[in-house]
């Protein structure tokens, strides 16, 4: 008698926002059509990519129903809107966007890399130092002419 594994079940992105409901998120529709996950003020928009995987298009803290986005300054985190306004993160909303990040990735069974765990990570890094560094330094000879 041969044994045969059972192929395992991968959910469709509609049983993955299930299994987000039933975790304690809100799941209602969202912008340009996504699909809006939140929870304890802290929103994503979800798409399904073409692989029928989940993908984050923004994720931030909601206000007047925009999501924000986290911004590094290098001093501090803040937030913030499409028109370029920023607000600052407190440490509680940090902590809630880590967790939300952490426990969406784990309800849709996306993988959690290293750096990702060990705190908040976003895609606008402005650090003041490095901020028009290139502009402002003076260009050696051999710097001009391998160019």
């Given at each position: 008698?041969f ?6 079940h991968?959910?469709?992105f509609?049983e993955?926002l299930?299994?987000a409901?039933?975790?304690g998120?809100s799941?209602s529709?969202?912008a340009?059509g996504?699909?809006?996950?939140s ?14 995987q ?13 999501i924000l ?6 001093y ?17 909303q ?11 990735r784990?309800?849709f069974?996306?993988?959690?890399l290293?750096?990702e765990?060990?705190?908040?990570v976003n895609?606008?890094?402005l650090y003041?130092?490095l901020e ?5 330094r003076?260009k050696?000879?051999w710097e001009?002419?391998f160019?």
């Open positions: 008698m044994f045969r594994r059972e192929k395992p991968v959910p469709s509609s993955r299930d299994q409901r039933g975790a998120f799941v529709s969202g340009q996504a699909t809006r996950v929870r304890d003020g802290i929103a994503a928009d979800v798409r399904e990519n073409s692989g029928g989940p993908e984050f298009v923004q994720a931030g803290a909601v206000t007047g129903g925009e986005s986290l911004v590094e300054l290098g501090q985190s803040g937030w913030q809107n499409a028109a370029g306004k920023r607000y600052p993160a407190t440490a509680v940090l902590k809630a966007f880590h967790a939300f990040t952490e426990d969406l784990a309800v069974g996306l993988t959690s290293y750096n765990g060990l705190g908040t895609k606008l890094h003041d130092r028009g560094r290139d502009e402002k003076e050696k000879p001009v002419a160019r």
